[in-house]
């Protein structure tokens, strides 16, 4: 937590047009956090229409990654009981100190056909206390240019918005999106080009479950890999591109 007071940060949001890539890099090539171990195994909201906490959680995972701590599962349950707001959620993270991990405030049970166990489990005066995992701030981007977009996800996963409507039957291959209907939040984890197809895509994380989609990379079989989907690059389909950072600001914060 010493490193959360040094740089904490009071206005949490910057919006930028653009991003430098990091340190040594030359260009936005594919890549996918999912491979380099930011990603933790895709969880289910149910019926609850949660995703924009679990895409907060899923992006402060990573931004807790990338900053050298070790993976951290954390908790969706508080950011449904106790945060949310602007950000996806992630500028209370910032203002409360830090998030909780899943011991500490489980996921309710989310498949309840009456969704009465989606919400109001979490002992939020005792949860808020936990401090799993913190930001220091948020990044977000004033355009969804892919370009962009594509520069930032160099750094980490972030959190998108995107429209679910796609989703619905899908197994696999890359959607054919636009961005119009937007109303599901995600999180961003790769950009590749499709082998056989030869199609540039986005990979996104989904809150559906781990039998949803398809893996990332595509084609891994074992239990847990699932509960990805592949969004087509140069359609424009992801808005409001946000990624939380922990620690010392970003070169383009100053």
Known sequence: MATYYAHRNGTHTRWVDTVPLPKG?????????????????????????????FSCAADIEGAWFTSGHPLTKLSEQEMIDCGGGNGYGMNWVVSNGGIANIKQAPLANHSDKNLTGCRGITDCK??????????????CLTTHNESNILALLQHGPMSVSIAAAPFNGYEGGVI??????????????????????????????????????????????????????RL????????????????????WDY
């Open 25 to 53: 890099q030359t260009s936005a090539g594919d890549i996918d956090w999912v491979i380099k171990g930011a990603v933790t195994t895709p969880t289910s909201q149910g019926r609850c229409a949660t995703c924009q906490d």
């Open 126 to 139: 005792k949860v808020v206390l936990e401090k799993a995992a913190y930001l220091n701030g948020t990044t």
């Open 176 to 229: 054919n999106c636009s961005g119009s209907g937007i109303d599901h939040a995600v999180l961003l984890v790769a950009h590749g080009v499709d082998p056989t197809t030869k199609e540039p895509y986005w990979t996104v994380k989904n809150s559906w479950g781990p039998d949803f989609g398809e893996s990332s990379p595509p084609g891994k079989k074992g239990k847990g890999d699932k509960g990805y989907a």
């Open 232 to 251: 087509k690059f140069g359609n424009t389909c992801l808005r409001g591109p946000c990624q939380g950072y922990t620690g010392a600001k970003p070169a």
